[in-house]
C-alpha cells in the first residue's frame, strides 16, 4: 500500500477533535507532525502513525506526539492523536 511521506489535506474526525481537545493537542501540532513526521508506521490495512518528538512543559521534557492516520481514503482521516513520555517503546532507533 502506498504510504505518503507527508500530508497537508487531511480531516480529522469527530472523535479525533474530542480526543485532541481533552488532551490539549492543538490542530497545528498535528498538521505539523501529518507535514513533516519524524516516523512513519503502518499499524493495521489502511492505518499509519505518523509521530515525531517534542520538547514541552517546564522544566522541558521530550514527548512523542503520534497521531492515527486512516490513509486508504481521500483526504486521509486523522482518527486520534496523543503524547506520550514513552519513546523507548514507540521510537525505532535505525540499525
Not at 24 to 38: H, K, N, R
Not at 73 to 83: G, K, L, W
Request: hydrophobic share 30%; charged share 35%.
Amino acid at each position: 500500500m502506498y504510504m505518503p511521506k507527508s500530508i497537508t489535506k487531511y480531516r480529522l474526525t469527530d472523535h479525533a477533535r474530542d480526543e485532541m481537545a481533552r488532551r490539549q493537542i492543538t490542530e497545528a501540532e498535528v498538521s505539523a507532525v501529518l507535514s513533516a513526521p519524524e516516523q512513519i508506521d503502518e499499524v493495521g490495512e489502511g492505518r499509519a502513525v505518523y509521530q515525531s518528538r517534542a520538547e514541552t512543559g517546564e522544566p522541558p521534557k521530550t514527548y512523542l506526539l503520534r497521531v492515527f492516520v486512516d490513509i486508504d481514503r481521500e483526504p486521509p482521516e486523522v482518527v486520534t492523536a496523543y503524547r506520550t513520555s514513552r519513546l523507548d517503546k514507540y521510537w525505532r532507533t535505525e540499525q
